[in-house]
């Protein structure tokens, strides 16, 4: 197709046969929940063990790969997004030790590789390749700790995409390898006492399962462990245990300049935790647990550790202050007071660096904006300029006399800049470091526009646009809207080389929605999509699909919505509650059964956001939306395609294989495909290999296209 000059046009054929779909056994599972009857007969997919299950999972893969690949323009867009997904990535530079180092692919490597080298300017090689570590891609590298001094590197591995992780060791001198390895981990902290001689760590108690990740049990007493080099794991120093509170989880960091512990306990997913700390001129490996000061007793805001000084912590925390501040506190006489108080916009996040400068993030109408400011007192230096965007990664720590940090908008693929602080001078330059560059588009032929529309309940919600330029308004073009909304997790504009081929090829509109029950706006905006408001969040996307049938981007027949884990509750329960304005319907990994969430590995955690299936009153808001339990039984449902993998041990499959089958039960003949496509060695997301991502990204626009009537052009 590379070499095609001329428009390629494809014939969509928009009759569908009815699909043959598996008639799974039912069984009689009825409970009584707070007074109701609840019918539950698919249960038994939750054992992921089960011939029957796999069975299943078998006789539809059967039918959704096949269909998949008929896709007209699956092939086309495969080819394409290989081809221009194929360009250098990098990630900022950081320092540690007497070297530097960053991630990098070259474009298709199925993991990023970490390089090593003796300053941003010298010849790079090779530190560690994940590639290496498996024929198929799927070990991928998912976090890794240098000790103070720099002359060992912790990290860990993951297997299929699981959450469980082994933690190993290497020295950077010349790559070799330590014996100690640790296992049983998830959730995990990596945190290195400055004597380079152990880490801090947290581990679950072993799981009983030979395949680590497919297993459904619930995650439950986390504990936080010191390991000592040279020592086997079943010697590790048990810091914090908390067998009253099987939920909570204890992480932990030590200080910038090692005398302190720091531990930060939390109970789910809400930004508030308990804040511990311990000297570590009276801690020794034994077999004694730490004892602390407790600094905060309760769950009332959230601490993060951002540097001490001078006998002064740092703290960027929301106590009383919705949109987050910047606190000093004395740990002796736990006096606090503001550094930067709160302001009309969200403070992201604060990096300390040179020991006496504090570079701040804050989020402005759901784009970045950076700033300088002095430790001391807070007062701003200077703000840096940066075109309207995303920060998504820095580097620079509170001895490092530099920062790095990686631009990035919808269509700009990135550009990392660096900023010298060394000097006394207070006007510092931020100095285009790395630019990316473009495959296949010319940025100034798209543009995106940010518009704010009226909610259910009046409430104004931001929505970015973005197409090429010039396009007339008349409802006829195919739109991709995505959405999450929840969690308190901030949606900002990033590249993505696939909706960019949406928009080149397809004639794409691309729609990004901010929806309330994330962090854009501070607490009152994640609480107004949380809990007993999570109704909210549906409201704000069905009206910005209403938004787009009025200001005649589109038409109902003309739009696609997508999501992933809580976005994919997100788009089933939008579909579920407006079938009839959505043509597609692309659900990632999906929170689907509201009723028994929390029973599944780290499920209860998601409590603090949905709330407590086992409570009355709780339970009647999850019944109002559950998708699992609110699936229309008349009418055309869209052509929805699930998406999860065998190895989800976040939203374990079970979410999606019950939502399926009740689905097509209940609609046999639907004129739409109700589809889903299960992975193998595939987890929630984090570590996936580019080749499974390139697949199964092309079998979703596929999918995509056939059902808005899409023709591929060239």
């Not at 290496?132 to 799927?138: E, F, P, Y």
């Not at 040279?230 to 005398?259: K, R």
């Not at 769950?299 to 919705?322: C, M, P, Q, V, W």
């Amino acid at each position: 197709f590379t070499t095609l000059l001329y428009t390629i046009k494809f014939e969509v054929d928009m009759t569908v046969a009815p699909i043959p779909y598996p008639v799974p056994r039912k069984e009689e599972c009825v409970e009584t929940l707070h007074g109701c009857e609840v019918h539950d007969p698919y249960r038994w997919m939750e054992d992921p063990d089960a011939p029957e299950t796999a069975e299943f999972v078998t006789a539809q893969n059967k039918l959704t790969f096949p269909y998949l690949d008929e896709c007209p323009v699956r092939d086309p867009f495969h080819e394409t997004l290989t081809e221009l997904f194929n360009y250098p990535k990098q990630g900022c530079p950081f320092k540690r030790g007497e070297k530097f180092y960053y991630n990098f692919n070259s474009g298709l490597q199925n993991q990023h590789v970490l390089f090593q080298q003796d300053s941003v300017d010298s010849k790079a090689e090779v530190f560690l390749d994940p590639n290496l570590l498996s024929s198929d891609g799927t070990v991928a590298l998912s976090s890794f700790s240098f000790s103070h001094d720099g002359t060992i590197m912790a990290y860990t591995l993951s297997q299929s995409g699981s959450d469980w992780k082994t933690i190993k060791f290497m020295k950077t001198s010349d790559k070799s390898a330590l014996e100690d390895v640790l296992v049983d981990v998830k959730f995990s902290c990596l945190a290195w006492t400055h004597d380079n001689k152990g880490i801090f760590y947290n581990k679950y108690p072993k799981a009983e399962t030979s395949d680590l990740g497919t297993e459904t049990d619930a995650n439950i007493h986390q504990k936080l462990y010191y390991h000592r080099l040279g020592t086997p794991q079943s010697e590790d120093q048990l810091i914090v245990e908390l067998p009253d509170e099987p939920h909570w989880m204890p992480g932990c960091e030590v200080s910038d300049c090692g005398c302190y512990v720091i531990v930060t306990v939390s109970k789910g997913c809400e930004p508030v935790n308990q804040l511990w700390v311990h000297r570590m001129d009276t801690f020794s490996p034994s077999t004694d647990k730490m004892e602390f000061d407790v600094v905060v007793d309760n769950f009332e805001a959230e601490y993060e550790y951002i540097a001490n000084k001078d006998g002064l912590f740092y703290l960027k925390t929301n106590s009383e202050a919705d949109k987050y501040k910047l606190i000093s506190l004395d740990l002796g006489s736990r006096e606090r007071h503001d550094v930067i108080a709160e302001s009309e916009w969200v403070l992201n996040w604060v990096c300390c660096v040179r020991q006496d400068l504090l570079v701040t993030c804050y989020n402005q109408h759901c784009v970045d904006s950076l700033s300088i400011h002095r430790l001391s007192d807070g007062v701003l230096i200077q703000p840096v300029e940066l075109p309207p965007g995303s920060v998504v990664g820095y580097s620079g720590r509170f001895q490092d006399s530099f920062i790095y940090f990686k631009f990035m908008s919808f269509i700009n693929p990135g550009v990392i800049y660096h900023m010298d602080l060394s000097h006394e001078l207070e006007t510092f330059t931020a100095e285009a470091f790395k630019e990316t560059p473009i495959k296949g588009f010319q940025s100034s032929d798209y543009e995106t526009k940010q518009v704010f529309f009226e909610s259910k309940d009046k409430k104004k919600i931001p929505m970015f646009i973005t197409h090429k330029k010039g396009i007339e308004l008349d409802g006829s073009h195919p739109t991709l809207m995505y959405g999450y909304g929840g969690f308190n997790i901030s949606l900002s504009p990033t590249y993505s080389v696939s909706r960019m081929i949406f928009i080149k090829n397809l004639g794409g509109v691309y729609c990004h929605v901010n929806l309330r029950g994330g962090g854009e706006y501070g607490k009152e905006w994640h609480h107004g999509g949380s809990l007993a408001n999570k109704q909210n969040v549906f409201n704000d996307f069905i009206s910005a699909a209403e938004t787009l049938h009025e200001m005649k981007y589109t038409s109902p027949d003309k739009l696609a919505i997508e999501g992933g884990s809580n976005g994919g509750l997100l788009v089933a329960a939008c579909a579920n509650q407006r079938p009839d304005l959505f043509a597609a319907v692309i659900c990632h990994v999906g929170v689907l059964d509201m009723y028994r969430f929390h029973r599944f590995t780290i499920g209860h955690a998601w409590m603090t956001e949905f709330g407590n299936p086992d409570l009355s009153e709780e339970w009647g808001w999850l019944r109002g939306y559950s998708p699992l339990h609110n699936i229309p039984s008349e009418g055309e449902y869209p052509g929805i395609l699930l998406l999860t993998g065998d190895h989800d041990d976040r939203v374990v499959p079970l979410h999606s294989l019950k939502f399926i089958a009740t689905l097509q039960g209940l609609h046999p003949s639907n004129p739409h495909p109700l589809l889903i496509r299960v992975d193998t060695k595939s987890g929630h997301g984090a570590g996936k290999p580019t080749s499974k991502k390139l697949r199964e990204t092309a079998d979703v626009f596929g999918f995509i296209a056939r059902q808005l009537g899409v023709s591929w052009s060239k």
